[in-house]
């Protein structure tokens, strides 16, 4: 008996610490109770109609109900049933989120939500219904800006996406499959993400859980403050994966005013096409470390061709800004406006200077450029036989000068993917202007060594590196 009382301080000692454990983990994960009971009654759920063409029925008897049907199959199936003549109209409806701005009705969500609507319907917390209208839509950054007829609306505070940082609490809400008010809690995951075809946003990605239907809803941070608006899922399933990602809402912001006062969206424009810095690249141009935007093509009349910037410059920062990734510069001259000052850091021919140019207005179409063709001469030590080009072709290409491939054998160029057609107007950092010039470079090339080419195909122009062995 006495060896067992010795034993009691260690049990009560045992319990007790398994009581504070719970008590800990509690203490340490946050409470959303409060900032849903306040947010939620600023999202709304939206809900489109789009008339679709009219069918009629066929002599087969009526048309049958497709709704159940996958997309594709359903798509087939209504091309195989020809248009009525007076027939019923059928509509094709959707689903997404949104959250109130304004007292007097002003909603933001994403323009994918509310395209090609004919009728959009924002339905409150409180459950009522009111048609809104469509003040303006930026395909560009996926935000649309609507408009309801109230007073004193509910509205959310709105924070500054600029402060986030990786590991940060967020909390959703929106109407996945039309559930609405549904909240899901998570981390950010990252900031300033790039995705492909989505050059003007910085996303925030984040674990939420989102689904169709999020879509428009609002991000918050554990101070009840929207931080983004929740516009794609990264996913092979077509459900939720843990990679999300929200238009942070500063960039909304802008885009909603300008919508509201404009109609329209204005971002700035360079007039370049640029691509990554890899490793080669890297050394090819004698930098440090793969970092910075490699100019591939600049316009001559656009603003980067006026400001000096040339072909084979590589930009390391703006504005003070470094640029990491290519994809950080479209996010920095995107945020200015026409007019606005850029001063750009960049390497030439390895050396740093300074840049200071005055950004465009970016054009609603880009220029095209023409497909070259010339009179063979040959480089056997590439493996590839060019030409030069005449006059039109510069002109067609808006080029000074190059050479155009017009047969590739085996050897070098063959193993990077060279074709004909295909116009080369710089190697290993020097600007090509003839056969001549070009057989005299390659000539030199050193071995082991990683160098670079410029080639225009297509209209596109890209830097690519290779080596040529011993």
Known sequence: MPRLKSYLPIFAAVLMLGQAVPALAEAQLPDFTQLVEQASPAVVNISTTQKLPDRKVSNMGPMPDLEGLPPGLRDFFERSIPPSQGGRQREAQSLGSGFIISPDGYILTNNHVVADADEIIVRLSDRSEMKAKLIGT????????????????????????????????????????????TVTQGIISAIGRSLPNESYVPFIQTDVPINPGN??????????????????????????MGVSFAIPIDV?????????????????????????????????FGLEKPAGALVAQVLDDGPAAKGGLQVGDVILSMNGQPIIMSADLPHLVGALKAGGKASLEVVREGKRKTLDLTVGAIPDEGKEFGSPAGADQSSNRLGVAVANLSEEQKKAN??????VIKNVQDGPAALIG??????????????????KQFAEIAKALPKNRSVSMRVLRQGRASFITFKLAE
Do not use: C
């Open 138 to 181: 930026d395909p560009r950054s996926d935000v649309a800006l609507l408009k309801i007829e109230g007073k004193n609306l509910p509205v959310l505070k709105l924070g500054k996406s600029q402060d986030l940082k990786a590991g940060q609490w967020v909390v959703a809400i929106g109407s996945p499959f039309g559930f609405d008010h």
């Open 398 to 403: 808006d080029i000074k000068g190059g050479v």
């Open 418 to 435: 060279l074709q004909p057609g295909d116009v080369i107007t710089h190697l290993n950092n020097q600007a090509i202007s003839d056969a």
């Open 215 to 240: 879509s428009g809803g609002p991000l918050f941070n554990l101070a009840g403050e929207v931080v983004g608006i929740n516009s794609q899922i990264y996913t092979r399933s077509g459900g939720f």
């Open 252 to 284: 909304a912001m802008d885009v909603s005013n300008q919508l509201k006062s404009g109609g329209k969206v204005s971002r700035g424009w360079l007039g370049v096409v640029i691509q990554e810095v890899n490793k080669d690249l890297a050394e090819s």
